[in-house]
C-alpha cells in the first residue's frame, strides 16, 4: 500500500482527504504540538499515522520526510482565509510561502521520488474582467489580498522547482470550497451557524458582508475526489483548475439556507464584514482537468447547504 503524507490532516479539507484515501494508501499527517486540534479527524485517528511537525522548520520537514517515506505529498497546510490575512499579512506569507519553500527544499534534499499536489486557490486570479470569465488556467493572475499574493507564489514556487529540478508538482487552483466541517470564516458556514444559533434562541438577526458576489462552489468532498486523481493522472508542472462550472450570487445561497429554516430571520449588513477589495466574480473553466481525470462533481449545492446546516445545528 503506498504511503501519503497530508499537511493540514487536522483541517477542514485535510480531515475529507484522509477519509477519502484510507481505503488505498496508509495516511500519515503532519500536527504541531500540544495546541493542535484533532476534532475533524476523532472518528479515523486510529486509522491515521500523525507525525509532529514545523513547516516553519526546515529540520523538522525534512525529518518528517525521512521518517514518513511518502510516495504522495498533499501540501493543503495554510493560512486560508482571505480575510485573516488582511489583518495578518506577515503571518500568512510566512505560513503560506516559507512552509511550502521548505517541503519542496526538504524534498528535493532527500531520496524521494514523491509526488506532490499544491493545493492553490482561485483567489490567485483575482480581480477578473466580465469578458475574461469562465477563467481558464491561462487567465492572468492579478491577486487581491495577501492570502492570493501568497498562494500565487506557493504555485510559482511549485512550477520553479519542478522545471529547475524535475520534481513531480502538480499544482490545483481550486474555487470555493464548502461543506460539513467548514470553518465559520467561510461564508456559508458563517451564514449556517448564525442560523442555527437563532434556531438555539439567539437573538434572529443574520450579520452579513457582501452579498453581491458570485462564487463557483465546490464541495469538500468532491475536491478532495478530484486532490486524489491529480496525483494520479495529471502531468508534473502543470496547473489545473476544480471548480463546478456555476455561479451563484452569495445573497441567493443565503436565501437558499434561510429556506431551510422556519424560523423567521432578519439580514443586516455588517460593515466589519466587507473587505478593503473583493473579486467581484469567480467562475471557472475546468475542462483541461476533466479531460485527463474524467471528474466532476456529484453534490448539487442545495446538498451542501442542507449538509452546512445539519453540522452547525448538531455543533
Known amino acids: 500500500m503506498k504511503r501519503a503524507l497530508i499537511t493540514g490532516i487536522t483541517g477542514f479539507t485535510g480531515s475529507h482527504l484522509a477519509e477519502h484515501l484510507l481505503d488505498k494508501y496508509e495516511v500519515f499527517g503532519t500536527v504541531r504540538g500540544r495546541s493542535r486540534q484533532t476534532d475533524f479527524i476523532n472518528h479515523i ?6 507525525v509532529e511537525c514545523d513547516l516553519s522548520d526546515p529540520s523538522s520537514v ?18 486560508s482565509f482571505v480575510p485573516t490575512s488582511w489583518r495578518a499579512p506577515q503571518e500568512t506569507m510566512s505560513t503560506n510561502v516559507i512552509g511550502t519553500l521548505n517541503i519542496l527544499e526538504s524534498l528535493r ?15 490567485e486570479y483575482g480581480l477578473v474582467h466580465p469578458n475574461e470569465t469562465p477563467i481558464n488556467e491561462e487567465n492572468p493572475l492579478r491577486p ?18 519542478c522545471r529547475s ?25 458563517a451564514f449556517a451557524k448564525q442560523i442555527a444559533q437563532i434556531e438555539a434562541g439567539a437573538d434572529p438577526v443574520i450579520m452579513v458582508g457582501n452579498l453581491d458576489a458570485t462564487r463557483d462552489f465546490t464541495d469538500v468532498r468532491d475536491v478532495v475526489r478530484a486532490y486524489a486523481l491529480a496525483v494520479e493522472k495529471c502531468n508534473p508542472g502543470e496547473h489545473y483548475n476544480i471548480c463546478s462550472e456555476k455561479t451563484w450570487r452569495i445573497g ?7 429556506r431551510m429554516s422556519t424560523a423567521e430571520i432578519r439580514v443586516k449588513q455588517d460593515p466589519a464584514r ?3 477589495s473583493d473579486v467581484p466574480i469567480l ?15 456529484s453534490f448539487t449545492l442545495e446538498q451542501s447547504m442542507k449538509d452546512i446546516l445539519d453540522y452547525w445545528r448538531q455543533k
Open 109 to 123: 534534499k532527500s531520496s524521494l521520488d514523491s509526488v506532490i499536489q499544491i493545493a492553490g486557490s482561485s483567489e
Open 274 to 276: 466587507m473587505r478593503p
Open 62 to 79: 525534512y525529518a518528517t520526510l525521512e521518517e514518513t517515506q511518502p510516495e504522495i505529498i498533499f501540501h493543503l497546510a495554510a493560512q
Open 45 to 50: 485517528v486510529d486509522r491515521l499515522k500523525l
Open 165 to 189: 529540478y524535475g520534481m513531480k508538482v502538480i499544482r490545483t487552483r481550486s474555487f470555493n470550497i464548502i461543506g460539513p466541517r467548514s470553518g465559520e470564516k467561510i461564508v456559508t458556514a
Open 252 to 258: 441567493d445561497v443565503l436565501d437558499m439556507l434561510l
Open 144 to 161: 487581491l489580498s495577501p492570502y492570493a499574493v501568497s498562494k500565487v507564489s506557493q504555485d510559482l514556487l511549485g512550477y520553479q522547482y
Open 283 to 297: 467562475l471557472g473553466d475546468c475542462r483541461k482537468f476533466r479531460d485527463i481525470t474524467g471528474w466532476s462533481p
